[in-house]
């Protein structure tokens, strides 16, 4: 399967602060999505992005398919961005997950 | 509301014991997925289904079962030949583009999960 790799695994920082994220995969894809998981477990849809570069307020993203990443960009963090952010990667029904960043925002 | 539901949210199990997890959607998508999550993990695929009546296995489906009757309905049965069966289990369903055109979007919806504990 599709080896995809997330960094960095943890990451503090303090409200007020942007970050980047990032998501490598080892082969070629037809479909890509950032999630955020919230405490309850829910996976929350932040962008559906196989390529190019999206924005929806102060989350972007940017995917370049033929270097095999993607980074989500994070401005003017608050506390409720905390929780974990997974990629997942794939081509038409199989996807495969990173093992996510875990983001702790402090007030 | 169109969504996609999982019952029950919280689930108990004797070891030795078959349990089967309910996933429904309203959402008029053709496929339909399981994955399952373990503490500070990402996501496994254990099933998927593009069509009623058809079904692919993903990467984990050892000591899994799955049925596809309905469109809106995919549930997982959790069986005793499953060695390691406490996790997180999520549900999730998607447009299935249409074979061989050239569109690809298949954005992926989740439902809010199944917590499995055997006791």
């Known amino acids: 399967g599709i080896q995809v790799e997330q960094s960095p695994p943890d990451l503090i920082l303090q409200e007020g602060a942007n970050s980047t994220l990032r998501c490598n995969f080892s082969?070629?894809?037809?479909?890509l999505q950032w999630f955020h998981q919230n405490p309850w477990g829910q996976l929350i849809n932040l962008f559906y992005?196989?390529?190019g570069t999206k924005q929806n307020g102060r989350l972007s993203a940017t995917t370049v398919a033929t270097e095999r990443y993607s980074l989500l960009y994070i401005s003017s963090s608050q506390t409720t961005d905390s929780g974990v952010y997974f990629c997942a990667v794939g081509n038409f029904n199989k996807f495969y997950f990173g093992s996510g960043t875990k983001l702790n925002v402090k007030p | 509301d169109g969504g996609i539901t999982q019952s029950p949210k919280y689930l108990f199990r004797k070891e030795g014991q078959n349990v089967t997890l309910s996933c429904e959607q309203n959402l008029n998508h053709d496929a339909m997925y399981w994955y399952r999550q373990d503490p500070g993990q990402g996501l496994r695929l254990i099933y998927y289904?593009?069509?009623?009546?058809?079904?692919q296995k993903g990467d984990i489906a050892e000591g899994y079962s799955v049925s596809r009757e309905k469109k809106e309905s995919f549930p997982l049965t959790v069986t005793s030949a499953q060695k390691n069966p406490t996790a997180f289990y999520l549900c999730a369903s998607s447009i299935d583009p249409p074979s061989g055109g050239i569109h690809t979007y298949n954005e992926q919806f989740f439902g809010p999960g199944t917590r499995l504990t055997v006791l």
């Open positions: 082969d070629s894809v037809n479909n």
């Open positions: 289904s593009q069509i009623v009546n058809d079904f």
């Open positions: 992005i196989p390529s």
